[in-house]
């Protein structure tokens, strides 16, 4: 086993920790929550140290960097498909995006093993703390990711073309063309991570729209119902201030009533009176 083996096993351990850990921040899993997440990390744990023991015994490196899409990637895009609560491309878009946070630590590690080639420990030290960097954005942006996964029901195609296309042609440059000239790969892959970050804003900045116009028409929504109830209100308490007034004419002519009755003297009559106005009360009463 050659000492850029260990190197490289290293590289992959803390690339997939990392990246592993964006998917599963950004993964809303099924109900049960808890029995969903250890069955993804039971998969995907195992697939990542198979393919570390590979490169560390096994001479699997160079065979890595072209076929680790199918040994890595597939994996945790068949797994965070079986096990998020979405469906389809909104899923394929989480995967898509880590990638995407995958390429600028690529660029960074690529960039510094071209400055200073001497040193084999800098590249894997600059994309170590590149995605520990990219790790506190992911974290940021998560609760905006978790809106548009709720809001948007088209375009998610679109939208993974733009991560999955600068994925591609990254892993491509690194192939093909890093052994030969690191500096002008690293200056290739900046451009296409450029390119991408600016989609990104993009999409940020829209998403933002569309948001606002949400929350707007909600509270144009909440705003008409509470004037609807403020209306339902008025009326009724119109309608309870027309029963007083007539139940204040009522009682000023029975107590006129009452009043003449009295001054004749007829206790009986009275008594009579009283009767009848209370069983009308009692008719009324909606308790009774």
């Not at 049960?32 to 995907?44: E, H, M, N, T, Y």
């Not at 890595?64 to 609560?85: A, D, E, H, Q, W």
């Not at 809001?151 to 690194?174: R, V």
């Not at 052994?179 to 900045?205: E, K, R």
């Amino acid at each position: 086993m050659e000492y850029n083996d260990y190197m490289n096993a290293l590289m992959v351990l803390f690339t997939q920790m990392l990246l592993g850990s964006y998917v599963f921040m950004l993964t809303e899993f099924k109900e049960p929550v808890r029995v969903w997440r250890s069955l993804w990390a039971a998969v995907i744990i195992p697939v990542v140290c198979a393919n570390i023991l590979l490169i560390l015994f096994f001479d699997f490196w160079d065979i890595y960097k072209r076929v680790g899409i199918v040994t890595v990637t597939l994996p945790y895009v068949f797994m965070t498909l079986l096990c998020s609560r979405y469906k389809g491309l909104r899923v394929v878009f989480n995967i898509c995006t880590c990638l995407w946070l995958g390429c600028i630590g690529n660029a960074n590690g690529i960039l510094a093993h071209a400055l200073m080639p001497e040193n084999v420990w800098l590249h894997v030290a600059v994309r170590i703390a590149s995605y520990l960097a990219l790790y506190f954005v992911v974290r940021f942006f998560k609760p905006y990711y978790k809106r548009m996964l709720q809001l948007l029901d088209k375009g998610w195609g679109t939208l993974c073309l733009i991560p999955s296309a600068a994925f591609i042609l990254t892993l491509y440059l690194i192939n093909n063309f890093l052994q030969d000239d690191p500096l002008a790969a690293s200056v290739i892959i900046y451009g296409i991570v450029i390119v991408c970050t600016c989609s990104y804003v993009l999409i940020y900045l829209f998403f933002m729209r569309v948001l606002q116009e949400y929350d707007l028409k909600n509270s144009r929504e909440l705003v008409e119902a509470q004037i609807a109830a403020l209306e339902r209100q008025s009326e009724s308490n119109h309608e309870l201030d027309e029963k007083m007034r007539i139940q204040r004419h009522d009682m000023r002519h029975q107590w006129m009533t009452v009043s003449a009755l009295i001054e004749q003297g007829d206790k009986q009559a009275v008594l009579g009176f009283i009767d009848t106005v209370r069983s009308r009360i009692d008719d009324a009463d909606p308790e009774r």
